[in-house]
C-alpha cells in the first residue's frame, strides 16, 4: 500500500501579485514542494527546491521562489 501523503497550501499576495504553494510529504519521508503558482508566470510543478524535514520549511521555500520569480 502506498504511504499516506501529507498536503499543505499557502495563499498570499506580494506587491498585487497571488501566490499559491503547496508542499507534500510522504508519510516517514521528506517534505517537497509539489506546486508555485505566481502571478501571470504558468504553473511550476515540482520544481526542484530540494527536500525538507517539514511542511512548512517546503512551504518556505515556495514562497522565496516565488517571490524572487516576481521581483525580476
Request: glycine share 10%; no cysteine.
Amino acid at each position: 500500500m502506498p504511504p499516506e501523503i501529507k498536503r499543505d497550501s499557502l495563499n498570499t499576495s506580494y506587491y498585487g501579485q497571488d501566490i499559491h504553494v503547496e508542499a507534500w510529504q510522504p508519510e516517514g519521508g521528506l517534505a517537497f514542494v509539489h506546486l508555485i503558482a505566481a502571478g501571470d508566470f504558468p504553473e511550476l510543478k515540482n520544481p526542484d527546491l530540494g527536500n525538507h524535514a517539514t511542511l512548512g520549511e517546503a512551504l518556505e521555500a515556495g514562497l522565496s521562489f516565488a517571490t524572487s520569480m516576481l521581483d525580476y
